[in-house]
């Protein structure tokens, strides 16, 4: 089954700081994962995607993200933040449903809150 | 954008009473979801759409049934709403490159 392990619910850092928010997934088959940001109240926003493609995938925003498969990571980085990168990050794996349909399997979230 | 649309976006009700959330997409979709969202839980599939009239169920279903009677339409009904269902509830819809899943904005739902 596939899983997906944020690691650290809560990231703190500094206005102009390196962003690391991390992901660990696992999968049974060559995974597609997804980065999403949700900003408060509202809905969820794609960051990035990987589908088996580049190994370092770009994103809006100026963030990146980097599949590592012997390590089951994808990462998300961003080389300086801003005040408004302060948002809650999922990472997710697609996954199949019993019935054999799609889904993403999400993991718990990271919030990100950059200091001035 | 892909055009998706939920109401309402917040509702408050009284424990047992039903309740039914709209989410109305613009751009033909086939496939939509329906997730909840909980601190700490991040978001869970409810139920999910492959279709009119195709439904199945998600990892979270019970209380929770769904509706599609139009392709534009995706209708989840909690028929006897509890506190357990206090919720964020988003809908999503899949598209494009890798089956892209994109998410409405949201509807808060709070049972008393």
């Known amino acids: 089954a596939q899983s997906v392990t944020q690691l650290g619910s809560h990231v703190s850092v500094s206005e102009g700081a390196l962003v690391l928010l991390r992901c660990n997934y696992s999968s049974s088959v060559p995974p597609y994962l997804f980065w999403y940001v949700q900003y408060p109240n509202q809905g969820l926003q794609l960051l990035l995607k990987y589908t088996s493609a580049a190994t370092l995938v770009k994103g809006i925003n100026d963030f990146e993200a980097e599949f590592k498969k012997s390590e089951t990571s994808f990462h998300l980085t961003k080389p300086s933040a801003h005040m408004s990168d302060a948002a809650e990050y999922f990472c997710?794996?697609?996954?199949?449903?019993?019935?054999?349909?799609?889904?993403?399997?999400f993991g718990k979230g990271t919030k990100l809150t950059v200091n001035p | 954008d892909a055009g998706i649309t939920q109401s309402p976006r917040h509702k408050v009700t009284e424990t047992g009473t039903p309740v039914t959330l709209r989410c109305h997409q613009t751009?033909?979709?086939?496939?939509m979801y329906w997730y909840r969202q909980d601190p700490g839980h991040g978001l869970r599939l409810i139920h999910y759409s492959y279709g009119v009239k195709d439904t199945d169920k998600g990892e979270v279903s019970d209380g929770y049934s769904v509706s599609r009677s139009k392709t534009e339409d995706f209708l989840l009904t909690l028929e006897s709403a509890t506190s357990s269902q206090t919720s964020v509830y988003f809908c999503?819809?899949?598209?494009?490159?890798?089956?892209?899943?994109?998410f409405g904005p949201g509807t808060r739902l709070t049972v008393l």
């Open positions: 751009e033909n979709h086939r496939y």
């Open positions: 999503a819809i899949k598209q494009g490159i890798a089956d892209t899943q994109y």
């Open positions: 997710a794996v697609r996954a199949y449903t019993q019935g054999g349909s799609e889904k993403l399997v």
